[in-house]
Structures are given as structure tokens and as C-alpha cells.
């Protein structure tokens, strides 16, 4: 009984394993360091201003595929462009998950 339990748990472990990639894990620590350099332009209330769009409580993984998309141009904006580009993924990780961590406004 106890044998078929762990067995399950251990399947599970594996399939998660196998069918996902690795969740995105950004430290929150640097992401929140890193945001000064962001919160000039976005508000990190999530306030919308002066046509700059709020970015705060997204999923992770969506944020960094924005950002990537600034990177290589998918996106054209010229100062997300310019700010992507000086990020690197590690940084990047790092701020979608300070970002996503903030609540979303009421
Ligand atoms: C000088 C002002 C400015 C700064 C600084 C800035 N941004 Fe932006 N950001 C913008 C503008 C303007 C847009 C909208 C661009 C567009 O239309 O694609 C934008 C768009 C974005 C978007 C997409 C938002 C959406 O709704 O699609 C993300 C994500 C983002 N910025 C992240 C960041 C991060 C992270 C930083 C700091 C590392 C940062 N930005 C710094 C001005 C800025």
C-alpha cells in the first residue's frame, strides 16, 4: 500500500519533469534592485501614465517573453529595445519575478 503510493508520487515527479520546462525562478531580491531602472517609466502602483502600460502582476513567463520579443524586434519600441538589450536572461528572470510579484491594482 505504501509502496504504491510513493511509486505514484515518484511517476508524477517524473512526468511533471518530463512534460514541462523548468519553471522560470527569477530572484525577486535582484529583480527588485534591477526595477529602479523601470520604475522611472512604469508605475509600480500599476497606474497607467502618459501611455506607458503597467507591468506589474504578470505571469512570469509572459514577461519574459516580452522582453525577449523587445530584444530581438519582434516588439519595436525604441527605449524597450535599448533597455532590453542591456539585460541579460538571468536579469530579466530576475524582474518578472519582482514584477509579477506585485499585487495588481483594485
Ligand atoms: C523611458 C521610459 C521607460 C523605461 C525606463 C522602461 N520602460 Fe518599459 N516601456 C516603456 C514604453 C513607452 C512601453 C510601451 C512600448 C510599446 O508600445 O511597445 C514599454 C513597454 C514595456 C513592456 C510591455 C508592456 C505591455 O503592456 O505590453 C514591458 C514588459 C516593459 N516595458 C518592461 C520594462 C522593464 C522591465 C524596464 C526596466 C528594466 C522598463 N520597461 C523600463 C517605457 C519605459
Known amino acids: 500500500m505504501r509502496y504504491g503510493l510513493l511509486l505514484l508520487v515518484?511517476?508524477?515527479a517524473l512526468a511533471a519533469n518530463a512534460n514541462s520546462p523548468a519553471p522560470i525562478?527569477?530572484?525577486r531580491?535582484?529583480?527588485?534592485?534591477?526595477?529602479?531602472?523601470?520604475?522611472?517609466?512604469?508605475?509600480?502602483?500599476g497606474k497607467v501614465t502618459a501611455g506607458i502600460p503597467a507591468i506589474?502582476?504578470?505571469?512570469?513567463?509572459?514577461?519574459?517573453?516580452?522582453?525577449?520579443?523587445y530584444k530581438d524586434g519582434t516588439r519595436d519600441n525604441e527605449t524597450?529595445?535599448?533597455i532590453s538589450h542591456r539585460l541579460s536572461q538571468e536579469e530579466i528572470e530576475a524582474l518578472a519575478a519582482f514584477f509579477g510579484s506585485q499585487p495588481a491594482p483594485k
Open 10 to 12: 515518484a511517476t508524477f
Open 25 to 27: 525562478k527569477g530572484d
Open 29 to 45: 531580491e535582484l529583480g527588485e534592485y534591477l526595477s529602479s531602472m523601470c520604475v522611472a517609466c512604469h508605475q509600480l502602483s
Open 56 to 69: 506589474i502582476a504578470w505571469p512570469e513567463d509572459q514577461f519574459v517573453a516580452v522582453m525577449h520579443a
Open 80 to 82: 524597450m529595445r535599448t
